[in-house]
């Protein structure tokens, strides 16, 4: 069972720039789909990035398009870490940042659903001030 710990979570003012981490064990991360979500409080977890093993045939990244243009997903499978790149932060981007694990191929009927990730870490917080 994949196991995954996020960190980098922080106080950042708006406009600023931020990177969470997330570090995953217990699994073949290289051929591992991975995900981030965020959940601000009273509402639901929503979908924010994601991106499928490098070596498959389909589309590489994905991104909410809230997040679009100002987060960049990435993964070092020798560190078996994905990364979430977050400039410009605003207000509504402060919430727990989840990061998930699939073990199946993303594609563009799942990749926003949590129901597609196997595992998941306990998130980091990301708080945004005005």
């Known amino acids: 069972q994949v196991q995954l710990v996020e960190s980098g979570g922080g106080l950042v003012q708006a406009g600023g720039s931020l990177r969470v981490s997330c570090a995953a064990s217990?699994?073949?991360?290289?051929?591992?789909?991975m995900g981030w979500f965020r959940q601000a409080p009273g509402k639901e977890r929503e979908f924010v990035s994601a991106?499928?093993?490098?070596?498959?045939?389909?589309?590489?990244?994905y991104y909410a398009d809230s997040v679009k243009g100002r987060f960049t997903i990435s993964r070092d499978n020798a560190k078996n870490t994905v990364f979430l790149q977050m400039n410009n932060l605003k207000p509504e981007d402060t919430a727990v940042y989840y990061c998930?694990?699939?073990?199946?191929?993303?594609?563009?009927?799942?990749?926003?659903?949590?129901?597609?990730?196997?595992?998941w870490g306990q998130g980091t917080q990301v708080t945004v001030s005005s």
């Open positions: 998930a694990a699939s073990q199946s191929v993303l594609s563009s009927g799942t990749y926003s659903s949590p129901h597609q990730y196997d595992s």
């Open positions: 991106i499928n093993p490098i070596f498959w045939s389909a589309r590489g990244t």
């Open positions: 217990g699994g073949t991360f290289s051929r591992l789909a």
